[in-house]
């Protein structure tokens, strides 16, 4: 235990010449900072139709809160309506400390955020944002160009503080002209980072080329069902300067599905890259399991760790790294850490810088549940937010109810699971948590949709949409 100073503060008195003495007041104690102070907002009508694919949150050094996604009917951040109910778009907000409305703008329509997280901010308070074209579009720069006959296109846009372009651009690529498939392929930024120096890095998946920018990538389109109704992806992960230049670009996959679960970028720069790779046992390429990749700012492979017998879905999934230069990830499906334990049907894991495992966790639910978002605590935990049906259950113990639909949830995981905490909001309808970031205090800033959800096909997907999205900061 450390040991305990107490000190008896006594009136101080000042005296000048020819003047009577004067008490100093004691000093007051210092307002709670903006960037700690609970904040609990929504945007949108019940007429919303927001994707819960794309809706992403980052905080700047000045506890700042940018907001992105895609929705479909006019939205208020707290300027005006931006957007169009003609047909779903793309939209960034930004919002001070205390939730007052700075600047919002609409992206044109063709452009969409497909990706879980698309959104970063550098420390300078400059913004980068990725997601899909479907159309030539002009965001700022001049139009974009393209042809979106058989695929569409990642585009990579970098904003100001104030919302201004600064640049635009598409990575070009289509498929292969002797496939013999007329659908359209989804290539898609699932991550975006930022290390200190302004540099940044994102992953994906993709089929087809893939124009990097002077680096061009490709996955053999392979239909991985007898109709060809569907094509197996490959995951990237590319780095550029604080410029844009392409520094390096690499690519991942074998003979079956790839699917990233995200990034992030250690204090000391590297790159952290999480993803799964499904192979068949007679397949090329690596083995099957769970990947954690480091890689130096010059693209070297620094150590790679295989989780075999881990899986994670392709939907959700989040990545966050440590102060020290461990990493905390988790989402939906099975970890499987020897020697620890196996966590499913929804997990977080976090291990140390040189990647060895050092807590894990299942987060069940008595119909459904799903991690979204990841955070490391200050003191080697973990923070999670999602959402479950029915009864949440940490390591089997029940630890909170739904009040009807499914329920959003904030779990706090300790070393000790006596210590583990859960807070849960919802209402009769659904509450889905889906991003989460940190501000430099620690205070977190959870992003999510209200319900009823509305489903493509009757059941959850990356598909589904909420209403309104809501906004609320915990300490």
Known sequence: MK???????????????????????????????????????TFGTAESRTNVTGLSVAVDAACNIVLAGTTQGPIDFGGGLVGTADAPFAFVAKLDA????????????????????????????????????????????????????????????????????????????????????????????EGVAFDAEGNFVITGRFVGDLDFGGVTLTSVPQAWDPAFINYKPDVFVARYDAQGGLVWAKK?????????AGLDVTPGGDTVLVYTQLSLPEAAGEPQGLYVKKFSPSGDVVWSKLFAESILAGFGGSVATTDDGGV????????????????SPAFVGRIDSKGEPVLGASITGDATAM?????????????????????????????????GGLDGFDVHLEWDDAANTVTTFGAAADDLALAMARSKDGARVIAGVEGPLVHLDESFSPYSQGTRIFLRRHE
Not at 145 to 162: E, K, M, S, T
Not at 252 to 260: K, V
Request: some cysteine.
């Open 328 to 343: 905390v990830f988790g989402g939906e499906g099975e970890l499987v850490f020897n020697g620890i334990g196996t966590y």
């Open 252 to 260: 991942f996959g074998g003979d079956a599905m790839e699917s990233p």
């Open 98 to 189: 205390g939730g007052k409305h700075l600047w919002s703008r609409a992206l044109p329509l063709g452009a969409t955020f497909e990706g879980k997280d698309v959104l970063a901010v550098d420390g300078e308070g400059s913004i980068l944002l990725a997601g899909s074209l479907r159309a030539d579009v002009d965001l700022g720069g001049g139009p974009l160009g393209g042809q979106y006959v058989r695929a569409n296109h990642p585009f990579l846009l970098r904003l100001d503080a104030n919302g201004n372009h600064l640049a635009s651009r598409r990575l070009p690529g289509n498929l292969p002209d002797d496939v013999d498939y007329s659908g359209g392929f989804a290539r898609v930024v």
């Open 3 to 41: 040991n305990l100073r107490i000190f008896l503060a006594a009136p101080l008195f000042v005296l000048g010449c020819g003047e009577s003495p004067s008490e100093i007041p004691a000093p007051q104690p210092a307002p709670t900072a903006a960037c700690a102070e609970p904040l609990d907002l």
């Open 371 to 403: 991690v979204a978002a990841v955070a490391p605590d200050d003191n080697g935990g973990i923070r999670a937010v999602g959402w479950f049906e029915d009864t949440l259950l940490l390591h089997g113990k029940t630890m909170a109810g739904s009040k």
